[in-house]
């Protein structure tokens, strides 16, 4: 199993910024790709940001310019920096990681873990 803890979020004006982290543990193989994602009540999950292995980068539209994604493979870690927020970016944040992970025998096996979720209020 991969276990992804989420943390960062908080209140916020629009135009200041937040950090978001992802910390990922438990019986990693390998992470591939790892991703931000963000819902608000009623509506679906949507990708904000997404980062390969190899680097590969790709942002929603929405974000472009404000959000930077990136990651620390070393430490299984992985960020969103997000400035000039704006009203429509609060929701709450989930990361995801795609992989492989070992089985109690050893064996490697594809995984999709989320993390429990940060909620980004953007507030005036």
């Known amino acids: 199993q991969v276990q992804l803890v989420d943390t960062g979020g908080g209140l916020v004006q629009p135009g200041e910024s937040l950090r978001l982290s992802c910390a990922a543990s438990g019986s990693i193989a390998s992470i591939n790709t790892m991703g931000w994602y963000r819902q608000t009540p009623g509506k679906e999950r949507d990708l904000v940001a997404q980062i390969t292995k190899s680097g590969s980068l790709n942002y929603a539209d929405s974000v472009k310019g404000r959000f930077t994604i990136s990651r620390n493979s070393a430490k299984n870690m992985m960020y969103l920096q997000m400035n000039n927020l704006k009203f429509e970016d609060a929701a709450i944040y989930y990361c995801?990681?795609?992989?492989?992970?070992?089985?109690?025998?050893?064996?490697?096996?594809?995984?999709?873990?989320w993390g429990q979720g940060t909620q980004v209020t953007v507030s005036s």
């Open positions: 995801s990681a795609e992989g492989l992970h070992y089985t109690e025998l050893g064996t490697p096996i594809a995984y999709r873990s």
